[in-house]
């Protein structure tokens, strides 16, 4: 039987972090990731003019330090998100110029959400969907503005997350502004080599620690520590940390079974819908007719595109569709998928977005690995599924983004949520040693 003092479980950025972490003060690691990459929600491509292309996150936000601090350690830059040149909000395909009235409605909902932030949302609005909630307060086209705003964000269709969920994740992100902002922002900046990329370089560094292709079945708990189950044999460990987000940890079978705090988190969580796109051009085009590639759709397949080129180019487009839109394009084949989507954008870009030079996309919620993005949402009326799935379980804590206080759904989140497993496994660890040593 293989012997580790603690297994991680899940190769993303809050499972390799944890390792790292901890391998850093002298504790024996060793990760089991099912699927056969590194990165979890991250996923770096190249494309074909061979820059790097993220299918899963990619925005590294103003304040996210721990992994501006990573990436700068491994040998990447970032840099701003393009944003120079004329954003565009479509209704029915058209072009349309947001009226003072519609403005002042948006913004006066807008400004309800982060005021429920910043005080907390009470128990009762957790009854309450966004959707419901919208359809209450707003009426025509500043709802629908809205409506094409929020589920992009949040990467689920608003009849899925009540009103509190959404105060919440708005919270931990810091504010509204900083949620859906660019500079200044939570999409500020982009990294050089990608962040799929960087978690590989993580991996690199821990090296045969790192076990591709190994799912763990099951967790036997007792009191000398854990047994992991995987298709390729048991893993004896002191500690076990859990770093996949908990509607892909509830695959695990436990002896003796969970505690009913972290079943509820497993029963109640669910991941987000979303659906990635990236066309990679020769140049970014669309920048020669004074666009800044930013299009905003209250109705199409498309609701929200964005340029991503790096610095000198190539162009790189990237189109998020979430919730059932992006469900309506799964039942599509490849060919007429991407023609649909770059249909809807070639419109206001130009004819040429018809014709990438290469053409990269996702589902993320076919993904067995992940589930989907950006993040696990509580069902309505579920809020409290949130609150107890970081508490550790005797030896196994839990990690990943949905765990952390602060940028929940973020790669920052999950990097901040793989360090606090890393000092809560390495005080338990060293208690344990002490104690062992002052009864010798």
Not at 58 to 66: F, L, N
Not at 68 to 84: D, H, N
Not at 150 to 171: N, Q
Request: glycine fraction near 12%; hydrophobic fraction near 45%; include cysteine.
């Amino acid at each position: 039987m293989e012997q580790t003092t603690v297994a991680v479980i899940g190769a993303g950025f809050a499972g390799l972090t944890a390792a790292r972490a901890l391998r850093a003060r002298g504790i024996d690691v060793l990760v089991l990731e099912a699927a056969d990459r590194v990165g979890g929600r991250a996923q770096t491509e190249r494309s074909a003019a061979g820059t790097p292309v993220d299918l899963g996150g990619q925005w590294i936000g103003h304040g996210h330090a721990r992994m501006t601090a990573l990436a700068r350690e491994f040998g990447m830059t970032l840099f701003p998100t393009p944003s120079a040149g004329k954003a565009l909000v479509l209704d029915g395909g058209r072009r349309l110029r947001i009226g003072p009235l519609t403005a002042v409605a948006a913004g006066a909902a807008l400004l309800r959400l982060e005021l429920l932030a910043r005080m907390g949302a009470s128990r009762r609005w957790d009854e309450v969907t966004v959707a419901d909630w919208l359809a209450r307060i707003l009426r025509g086209r500043a709802r629908r503005l809205v409506a094409a705003i929020l589920p992009e964000a949040l990467a689920c269709d608003l009849d899925r997350v009540s009103v509190a969920a959404l105060a919440e994740g708005i919270r931990s992100a810091g504010g509204l502004r900083v949620m859906l902002g660019t500079a200044g922002g939570a999409q500020e900046s982009l990294l050089s080599g990608g962040a799929g990329a960087l978690a590989e370089k993580l991996a690199a560094e821990l090296g045969s620690a790192v076990h591709l292709a190994r799912p763990a079945t099951a967790i036997h708990r007792s009191g000398e520590g854990v047994t992991v189950a995987t298709p390729t044999g048991p893993v004896r460990a002191a500690r076990a940390i859990v770093a996949v987000p908990a509607p892909v940890a509830a695959a695990i079978r436990h002896y003796p079974p969970l505690p009913s705090e972290h079943r509820f988190a497993e029963d109640n969580l669910r991941m987000g819908t979303i659906y990635k796109a990236i066309a990679v051009y020769d140049t970014p085009f669309w920048r020669e007719r004074g666009l800044s590639g930013e299009i905003i759709a209250l109705d199409g397949p498309v609701p929200a595109a964005f340029d991503i080129s790096p610095p000198g180019g190539p162009g790189h487009l990237c189109v998020l569709i979430p919730g059932r839109a992006a469900e309506a394009l799964d039942r599509l084949g490849v060919a007429e998928r991407r023609d649909t989507v770059l249909a809807a954008v070639a419109g206001q870009l130009g004819r040429a977005a018809m014709h990438p030079l290469s053409w990269h996309e996702k589902s993320w919620h076919l993904d067995p690995h992940v589930g989907g993005g950006y993040s696990a949402i509580p069902r309505p009326g579920t809020l409290d599924a949130l609150t107890g799935a970081a508490r550790p379980t005797g030896p196994i804590h839990w990690a990943g983004t949905e765990t952390a206080p602060r940028w929940t759904g973020y790669l920052e989140g999950a990097v901040l949520s793989g360090e606090r497993t890393a000092d809560e496994v390495a005080a338990a660890w060293h208690s344990t040693c002490l104690g062992v040593h002052s009864k010798s």
